[in-house]
Structures are given as structure tokens and as C-alpha cells.
């Protein structure tokens, strides 16, 4: 059975680094084809992807978001942890990590939900 | 960057009502599609990729078409379960794109 889960701070401030760790279970991130992504979701707004790592280490980010966003595996920790910089309010979201298994979001987390307020 | 746009923003329907979602993108992506359903709280749910190929334990009441630039979601006999908004999403290697989101509402 895969299981995910989201964890960081639920609150952080303008211009501060939000750091999130995904956690999962049930699969091996060595595995090949088998990724996991960010995902995130401002509140009654839509599904926004964010970054993307692969079991080879390869990684994909958001173009327009790129500049700020970080990705890296343990994969003995099975741990996803994805940096944002620079955080600002309209970064306020839910955050969510997804199991991909050549490219399908077949197993979500139940995400997180961060606010950026000073 | 591809862009992709889903219409209409809502739908009003009634239990066992067909329904029909139409997403759109900026250029071809041939059938690299996907349809998820999120209801309120929840993570989203797969329910369809490569434009028409059904998620395991998907009911199949739900189907996808399409190709190109233009894609359907449809759903027959629609149960109170469905009610939920629906994206569409381009995937690839390289990156993912979802569309707006569709909100199925009761009438």
C-alpha cells in the first residue's frame, strides 16, 4: 500500500525558505520510472505543479518558479524534501507530494497547508 | 509553455445527467492528458490518462476522449458521489500543466 505525507511549518514568514519533507511508504524511489512531485493548491484556487524528481536523480522544476525551488531524495529515508525561497503571501497554499509512476499522480499525500504571514 | 484552459468554469446538473468537460491546450500534446477529481478537503484522485485509458477502480461511467488540442471528460448517469471539481493536466518528461478546474455542481 502506498502512503504519502506531508511535513513542515504551518507558518512562515515574507522572504523566509519554507522547507517540506514528503515521507512515503509502500514504494522504492530507486525503482525505475517511479517519481515523486510537489504539487501545491492556494486556497479555492487551482492545482499548481511545482517540481518533479525521478528515481535516477533527474529533476524537473516549474519554469516560473524555478529560480526558488529545490528537490532531493533520501532514498534510505524514503524522503522527498522540496525548499521554496523567498516565501511571500501569495505562496500561501496547500502543498501536496504525489507518488508518479511514469508520469501518472496515482498516490497523493493529504497535504499541508503553509501560510506566509508576518 | 503549454498552456492549457477547461470550460465551462461550472456546470449545473442533476443526478443522471450526462456531463461533458472540455479541456483545451496551446498546441498539440498529442494524448499525454489526464482528468483528476478533487472534492472539498481532499487530495485530488486519477481517474483517467492518455486521454481515454480508465484508473484502475474507476467506475465506468467516466470516459475520456481526445487528441491534439482538444479533450473530453464525460460522465453518464451522473451519481451524487461525482459532484466535485475536475482537472485536466498535460504531462510529460519535462513538466506537468494543469487546467483551471471544472466545478460539477448540483442544480
Known amino acids: 500500500q502506498i502512503t504519502l505525507k506531508e511535513s513542515g511549518p504551518t507558518l512562515v514568514e515574507p522572504t523566509q525558505t519554507l522547507t517540506l519533507t514528503c515521507t512515503f511508504s509502500?514504494?522504492?524511489?530507486?525503482?525505475?520510472?517511479?517519481?515523486v512531485g510537489w504539487i501545491r493548491q492556494p486556497p479555492g484556487k487551482a492545482l499548481e505543479w511545482l517540481a518533479l524528481i525521478y528515481w535516477d536523480d533527474d529533476k524537473r522544476y516549474s519554469p516560473s518558479l524555478k529560480s526558488r525551488l529545490t528537490i532531493t531524495k533520501d532514498t534510505s529515508r524514503n524522503q522527498v524534501v522540496l525548499t521554496m525561497t523567498n516565501m511571500d503571501p501569495v505562496d500561501t497554499a496547500t502543498y501536496y507530494c504525489?507518488?508518479?509512476?511514469?508520469?501518472?499522480?496515482?498516490?497523493w499525500g493529504q497535504g499541508t497547508l503553509v501560510t506566509v504571514s508576518s | 509553455d503549454i498552456q492549457m484552459t477547461q470550460s465551462p468554469s461550472t456546470l449545473s446538473a442533476s443526478v443522471g445527467d450526462r456531463v461533458t468537460i472540455t479541456c483545451r491546450a496551446s498546441q498539440s500534446i498529442s494524448v499525454w492528458l489526464a482528468w483528476y477529481q478533487q472534492k472539498p478537503g481532499k487530495a485530488p484522485k486519477l481517474l483517467i490518462y492518455?486521454?481515454?485509458t480508465l484508473q484502475s477502480g474507476v467506475p465506468s461511467r467516466f470516459s475520456g476522449s481526445g487528441s491534439g488540442t482538444v479533450f473530453s471528460l464525460a460522465i453518464s448517469g451522473l451519481q451524487s458521489d461525482d459532484f466535485a471539481t475536475y482537472y485536466c493536466?498535460?504531462?510529460?518528461?519535462?513538466?506537468?500543466?494543469f487546467g483551471p478546474g471544472t466545478r460539477v455542481q448540483i442544480k
Open positions: 504525489a507518488h508518479t509512476d511514469y508520469l501518472l499522480l496515482d498516490y
Open positions: 492518455k486521454a481515454s
Open positions: 493536466q498535460h504531462y510529460n518528461s519535462d513538466s506537468w500543466t
Open positions: 509502500g514504494f522504492s524511489l530507486s525503482s525505475s520510472g517511479v517519481g
